[in-house]
């Protein structure tokens, strides 16, 4: 292992994740006027129903935080400082997609951050790959739940075009 302290830095990815996921979940669609707006869109039918989101951001966010400290874990490289450097860049993108579609209420602005967000996804898988295979592929789930949600977030813009905040 890469450092004394490894279990404690694994605690400290954790907590980067759970805060990012708290964040994020300040923007919830569960109740008021956030429950109401996001009820009156028009969603494709291939929009999961809400009780698979919890289920599946749970594994999403263990994934990454442990992805994150296996490639901590290395040694010190251009790569292994690039990955976490992208690593950071898409935990913010992601607690901020959720303010930016519930909480803002603008689609089409958290269209972008998500594309932002497979780009930095995607980005830490091919320099991490280079670090820390397992490391990188356990980021694989979460790129591919990313595109899907990014496909998900353009079908929501398509048709509520009065809601997409434009």
């Not at 913010?92 to 209420?105: C, K, P, V, Y």
């Not at 295979?133 to 591919?144: C, D, E, S, T, V």
């Not at 949600?149 to 079908?155: D, G, I, K």
Request: glycine share 8%; net charge positive; charged share 15%.
């Amino acid at each position: 292992m890469r450092r004394s302290h490894g279990w404690l830095a694994l605690g400290g990815f954790v907590a980067a994740v759970a805060g990012a996921a708290w964040f994020g979940s300040r923007s919830s669609p569960r109740e008021g006027s956030t429950a109401q707006w996001y009820a009156s869109l028009e969603k494709p039918p291939f929009n999961p129903p809400d009780a698979a989101f919890p289920v599946v951001w749970t594994g999403l966010y263990t994934l990454i935080a442990i992805s994150g400290w296996r490639v901590w874990q290395r040694p010190d490289s251009r790569a292994r400082t690039n990955a976490l450097r992208l690593w950071i860049a898409q935990l913010l993108a992601n607690a901020a997609w959720s303010r930016l579609f519930f909480g803002e209420q603008l689609p089409a602005w958290s269209l972008l951050d998500i594309l932002a967000l497979e780009s930095a996804v995607l980005g830490y898988i091919a320099e991490a790959r280079t670090v820390d295979k397992r490391g990188a592929l356990l980021f694989a789930p979460y790129a591919l739940w990313v595109a899907f949600a990014a496909v998900l977030n353009a079908e929501i813009v398509r048709r509520n075009p009065k809601a997409a905040g434009c």
